[in-house]
């Protein structure tokens, strides 16, 4: 997590031409916690030992070596808890990778801690299948007492088991995470900013690691994101907190660089974030090959792309480039009545495009370069419907 640093914004209120920093300068003005720095600054006071080695292992060997002590077990009747995840239907290869997951697993009581538990994701109205993906996705359900209420209250919000166990995929510690000390303080906060259920709902499966941080941690992101200048009242808050608490140092420090590299500047940077806070998860490639493409190929001005940056959120392989080989072949052989400019033809659905443009193709018989274009999109045909 970072703060931005009061010195960033008296920059920003500078004369533009006055603002030269390099991206390792910028980041200087931020304060990043990355993983490395969060474990070396938290390390655990507590020693994992093996119960079957009496010797001392590094962390990395110890965690292959009770891997491997898995592995070597035959998925046999020797565990109870291994049988009886068999008998509800796991395969061995799903009983295995739950077992390296969560060893506590193989010293369950079956009986008494898994069976009821599961009895209860049952009655819950959760398929054998849906079961599965579950505790797979988060192996510590089943080793919570309160499991029902938690999952009611999941399921509440996100209204399915389906996204449900999406979230849990993308972060193991959803469902175990504290609804009092947590998850109900940050709801309530996004709710306070004017946040919609239905957004909500949608940034808990995006990211569902920012309802599990602290509620100071969120503040923090909350001020971050205003004080970069996108409002609570703004359609892009909640896409600029979730590109502000994925963000690492590495990739804002590439994403800058990259733009950088082009001619952008510090407060041309700072806008396209305001209004487009999805930049930020290009990789420094992805950005690299757009603006080669819009300036080299397609002829567009830096200035042109600094004012329209929806352009950078758009396919290279899938929108832009298949849309102006279209357009300028149609150009070439006079099939236009007027000009338009990549923009306008970007921003077209699909839908729109084919019947407006691309059904041109199939009337002049320009099929190879009709079917170019549904390859390069989709890779099927389509039938487009003639004016």
């Not at 303080?185 to 941080?213: A, D, H, K, W, Y």
């Not at 950088?260 to 090959?289: E, T």
């Not at 659905?349 to 002049?364: G, I, V, Y």
């Amino acid at each position: 997590m970072f703060l931005v640093q009061k010195r960033l914004f008296c920059l920003l209120s500078c004369n533009k031409s006055t603002i030269h920093l390099s991206s390792y300068q910028l980041c200087s003005l931020f304060s990043f916690s990355t993983a490395k720095e969060h474990s070396s600054n938290h390390r655990s006071n507590f020693t994992l030992v093996d119960p079957l080695e009496s010797c001392e292992l590094p962390s990395k060997e110890a965690a292959k070596r009770a891997k491997d002590r898995i592995c070597e077990k035959e998925l046999s009747s020797s565990s109870p808890s291994i049988e009886f995840f068999k008998q509800s239907g796991w395969s061995n290869a799903q009983v295995m990778k739950l077992m390296q997951r969560e060893p506590r697993f193989l010293c369950a009581k079956a009986e008494t801690v898994l069976k009821p538990r599961m009895r209860s994701l049952q009655d819950m109205g959760f398929s054998d299948t849906e079961i599965v993906q579950l505790v797979s996705s988060s192996p510590n359900v089943l080793l919570l007492r309160d499991i029902q209420p938690r999952i009611n209250f999941w399921r509440s919000l996100l209204g399915s088991n389906e996204r449900l166990i999406k979230a849990s995929r993308r972060n193991m510690f959803l469902l175990t995470s504290s609804l009092a000390r947590k998850i109900e303080p940050n709801i309530s906060l996004l709710r306070e900013c004017g946040i919609s259920e239905q957004c909500i709902t949608q940034m808990v499966v995006r990211l569902p690691s920012l309802f599990c941080r602290t509620e100071k941690c969120i503040k923090e992101v909350i001020k971050h994101v205003e004080e970069l200048g996108v409002s609570r009242d703004c359609k892009m808050f909640p896409h600029a907190l979730l590109a502000v608490m994925a963000l690492s140092r590495s990739r804002f420090d590439a994403t800058f660089a990259t733009l950088m590299s082009f001619g952008w500047s510090l407060p041309d940077w700072i806008a396209a974030f305001r209004r487009h806070p999805s930049i930020w998860s290009y990789s420094k490639k992805n950005l690299c090959d757009k603006m080669t493409f819009l300036m080299k190929e397609a002829g567009c001005e830096l200035t042109y792309i600094i004012g329209h940056p929806v352009l950078l959120t758009l396919s290279l392989e899938k929108r832009l480039r298949p849309r102006y080989e279209v357009m300028n072949f149609l150009d070439e052989n006079k099939l236009l009545d007027k000009g338009h400019n990549l923009l306008y033809v970007a921003k077209l659905s699909e839908e729109k495009f084919r019947n407006k443009f691309l059904f041109l193709l199939r009337k002049e018989k320009f099929i190879a370069q009709y079917d170019s274009y549904v390859v390069a999109v989709q890779g099927k045909h389509h039938v487009v419907a003639e004016n």
